[in-house]
Structures are given as structure tokens and as C-alpha cells.
């Protein structure tokens, strides 16, 4: 799935590289060989269960950032094709992304939902413990804001419990994009945070879970899928 081009405008200004593509890579050389180099130190660490995303936050943003909201998108389109009338017929979306990190999951369900007719508000709340973060989502969501009225994001801090979570409010999605394997260090993922999650949702609400291509947290998500 192709990256919005909205998305793409922001993601090069934020790394301070607006005019980036093939004609004018070159002058930018120096920067995108630093990124190079990052996202090998991200891959190694994250191989090792090491976070290290603080050390080296231009080159997660660049590479998590866009891949997180494609990665969403996907999933929610296969939603729209294959269960249509859970995303149908509604014209206020309230989503809610535990774990957010730096609010691509939101994003990538704001892009796709918005693709859809009559809709007249979206009410989205993200909630992580990174304030590091949290600052990279809320100039994200500040400028989407800008160009969308009908958009309007908030963000909390909190750090999750990973035996239940709890919030007060019902949503139309509840959103976990590779968060659990942060959240969840247990061998399996306890079924209280699951039904936690699904008491935070409308009756007619999806939860849509995104982990990380890796056999450990695939294993999980088969145990989670065979238990529900």
C-alpha cells in the first residue's frame, strides 16, 4: 500500500529533509548515511530485545513511522473488504491506540477511515509512557489536525498495566501497533488485558492487533488466538 502524500510531506520535514527524492539526494548524503547506520543499531537491538529506539530516534521515526501507518491501513482495509458493515454507516469514529509510541497506528486508521463517506468527526486518543514519544505524536497530530478539521487528537500519559487496562470511555477501534510486545513481557499474553481491551469497545467494535514479524511474538499471538 502506497504512503499517503500528505504523510510523506511530514515525515521528510520532520527529519529536516523537505525536499527529498531522487533528484536531490545527493545533497543529502550526509543525513541519510547517519539514518544508514541507526537503523542498523535498531535492527541489532531489537534482534536482542534491547531498546534502543531513545538513542536513535530519527532513524526509528524514519523507518517505524511510515511503516506503522502502511501496516495499519493494510489491516484495516482487509477489514473494509471482507467486514464491511463494521466500518459502514457510521459518521463519528472514536479510536484509541494503547501504547501509541509515536501515533503512526493512529494515523494510519485516521488515513484509511477517512477514505470512507459522511464522516463528520474523529475523536482519537493515544496513550503511552514515552514522553520522547509522545512529543514526536503530537507534532504529528497537530498538523494533520490543521489540514483535517474533522480530526482532533489527544494524548495521555500513562504507563500500561499489562494485566488489565482501563480508560472510561467506549471506542469504535482500539488499536495495538507492536505495543504488546512492550507492554506483555509474560510468555503469554493474559486474557485480563484482552477482556480489558474489549470492555473499552462499542458493542460493534473491532480491536486490531499489529506485532512484530518474530517467531516469539507470533507463537503468542497464536496462543491468544486459540484461547479466545
Known sequence: MKLPHDASIKILQNLEMPDLDNDTRAAHTKKLQVLRRQLKHLASDFARHFPSEHRYSDAYFAYNFPMNIARTMVVMQEVLQYYPEL???????????????????LLGAYYLLRSLSDIQEFNFLGVDHSLTMLKQARAMARWHEEQDPRLHIRFRVRKIDQNCFRIGHKYDIVLCVNSLAEIVRKETIPFGFINSIVDSLVEDGLIIIIEPALKKYAQRLMKLRDTL
Do not use: F
Not at 87 to 99: H, K
Open 87 to 105: 466500518l459502514m454507516g457510521r459518521n463519528c469514529w472514536c479510536v484509541l491506540d494503547i501504547g501509541c509510541g509515536d501515533g503512526a497506528g
